[in-house]
């Protein structure tokens, strides 16, 4: 029975790598677009990737720029080009797995920003991350627990729970996993890393009040993948939970994990939002699009 599991698991695998090679590679890249007195600005570079300005602060939060995951060729390009992107304050990482921390976009990022103004940036990881990054040329690696915050400058990153796992590789489930608030003054952005559906959207709510939800969406299906990932309708209540003015969809599109159609994610998600009245509160961004909230 073991072996008919995998055997069937591998197949399962191999049609997603060929769908993958086999689909063109769309999108474009933009310039940023740049704040002004201190407005909150989101770009969504793509899949969990996003470009935040808040507070004056230019942050990074689970950047990938790769081609290639592996075997698993990127769909649609990063909305934003690396020698592009303004010298960078912090950069956030979710968790461990390979599509949340890229090892040569850190790097590269690392060292455009100390190529620009001579210093390096932050970067903010969960507990037992360290490792990963403290060769990739940053000059704080700051680890925290969940309901840990840092304060750079006047931005507040607190680290939040998930619902998720954070190993890099089959056995090291030693290390943390999470989200992120960030917040300056009055206002205030929660980027979710990759979670199930769980109760903490409402403590997370009711702790930190955040105005602005980046919410993953993709890789629902098989069912069984909802242990660890939100389907569209599972976003849209988290989304309530939070109590939130604004959502954000994330983590689709760019990368295919699992078995769903391309673009239904999207789909299912405008469509739950109209039935539950809400549809105006959900901004899908398109890669480099940079959107600002008062």
């Known amino acids: 029975m073991l072996g008919i599991t995998i055997r069937r698991k591998a197949r399962q695998f191999g049609t997603l790598v060929r769908h993958s090679a086999l689909t063109p590679r769309t999108g474009v890249a933009r310039k940023p677009v740049l704040a002004r007195r201190g407005e909150l600005g989101v770009t969504f570079i793509g899949h969990s990737s996003f470009f935040l300005q808040i507070g004056g602060k230019n942050i990074l939060v ?17 909305g934003l080009k690396l020698r592009e992107l303004p010298a960078i304050d912090a950069v956030l990482v979710s968790h461990a797995h390979f599509d949340h921390l890229h090892r040569p976009s850190l790097r590269a ?47 507040e990153v607190t680290h939040v ?16 996993y999470g989200g992120y608030v960030v ?33 993953p969406i993709g890789a629902y299906h098989p069912d069984s993948f909802r242990r660890v990932h939100t389907s569209p309708e599972d976003a849209i209540q988290a989304f309530l939970d939070l ?26 998600l405008r469509a739950d939002a109209k039935r539950r009245g809400v549809e105006k509160k959900i901004c899908v961004l398109e890669e480099g699009v940079t959107k600002f909230f008062e």
């Open 161 to 176: 729970p998930s619902r998720h796992w954070g190993a890099r590789i089959v056995r090291d489930v030693h290390r943390g």
């Open 109 to 155: 990022i690392a060292w455009l920003t100390r190529r620009k103004t001579g210093k390096r940036p932050a970067i903010i990881v969960p507990r037992h991350v360290r490792d990963l990054v403290s060769d990739m040329g940053y000059g704080r690696v700051i680890e925290l627990d969940w309901w840990q915050s840092f304060q750079l400058g006047n931005v």
């Open 183 to 215: 917040r300056s003054g009055s206002q205030s952005i929660y980027h979710a890393g990759d979670t199930a559906y769980f109760d903490g959207f409402r403590e997370i709510g009711e702790r930190l009040k955040p105005e602005v939800a980046l919410l």
């Open 62 to 78: 689970d950047p990938n720029f790769a081609r290639w995951i592996f075997v698993l060729k990127r769909l649609r390009r990063p």
């Open 243 to 268: 109590g939130a003015r604004w959502m954000v969809p994330m983590h689709y599109g760019t990368f295919r994990l699992s078995y769903e159609p391309v673009d239904e994610p999207v789909e299912r």
